[in-house]
């Protein structure tokens, strides 16, 4: 059973324009939602993160945005660069506020940003 | 940000032969680390949570038997996939949380196994 899921496998689009890559959950315990990029032979760098008390989330060229009622989440990156061109993984964890916490994955998103 | 550092990053074993690999914080460290495996166009599955000098904490369907974690200090755990199968074959990925709660966990390089 996929708690998270990136229904998008790939995604492409022009340098300058703006990269749109979503996520949705099931499990309503979740309550704080990473974006990692991973380039290919490379383990995952964290980009951004959001809270569940939160409903966006900027960082730079990168912004997060949380629907909890919808349990979706989008990450928006504006402008789009060919540097940006990566796998982008979203994850979820429940109870963030403890010493120990998992993080659920989704498949990812292969983003491709052509110049 | 913080640096963990992932060895070998590809292995290659016969089948029934043992692979340990090492995962590193360079500069912090790391109560708590985790083991991941990624199959091909599937998502990071976590394996398995290791806290430093205790058990690991096994996710359901892996064997803890054959996926040894030992995590003996704050800046070193290591993973052994003892007695390789070509179905072991996938990239293993660490992460490592630090002593004060960020919220992110920060990744090592990975490895990628492949057993003959």
């Known amino acids: 059973d996929q708690q998270v899921k990136q229904n998008s496998p790939s995604l492409s689009v022009q340098e300058g324009r703006i990269s749109i890559l979503n996520c949705d959950y099931t499990?309503?315990?979740?309550?704080?939602f990473l974006w990692y990029k991973k380039y290919p032979a490379e383990g995952p760098t964290f980009l951004i993160s959001?809270?569940?008390?939160?409903d966006k989330n900027e960082d730079g060229r990168f912004t997060v945005f949380l629907n909890k009622s919808a349990k979706h989440l989008s990450l928006h990156i504006v402008p789009s660069q060919p540097g940006d061109s990566a796998v982008y993984f979203c994850?979820?964890?429940?109870?963030?506020?403890?010493?120990?916490?998992?993080?659920?994955f989704g498949k990812g998103t292969l983003l491709t940003v052509n110049p | 940000g913080a640096v963990v550092s992932q060895h070998p990053s590809r292995v290659i074993c016969k089948s029934g032969t043992s692979v340990k690999i090492e995962c590193r914080s360079l500069?912090?460290?790391?109560?708590?680390m985790f083991w991941y495996r990624q199959f091909p166009k599937q998502s990071l599955m976590l394996m398995a949570t290791?806290?430093?000098?205790?058990?690991?904490?096994?996710e359901q369907g892996v064997e803890k038997d054959k996926f040894l974690i030992n995590h003996a200090s704050l800046t070193l755990s290591t993973l052994t996939v003892t007695s390789a199968h070509p179905e072991d074959s996938s990239f293993y990925i660490c992460?490592?949380?630090?002593?004060?709660?960020?919220?992110?966990?920060?990744f090592g390089e990975g490895s990628r196994l492949t057993v003959l």
């Open positions: 992460s490592a949380r630090g002593t004060s709660y960020t919220g992110e966990l920060f």
């Open positions: 499990n309503s315990m979740f309550d704080y």
């Open positions: 290791s806290n430093e000098g205790s058990k690991a904490t096994y």
């Open positions: 994850a979820a964890s429940a109870g963030s506020g403890g010493s120990n916490y998992k993080l659920t």
């Open positions: 959001i809270s569940s008390i939160k």
């Open positions: 500069d912090f460290q790391a109560t708590t």
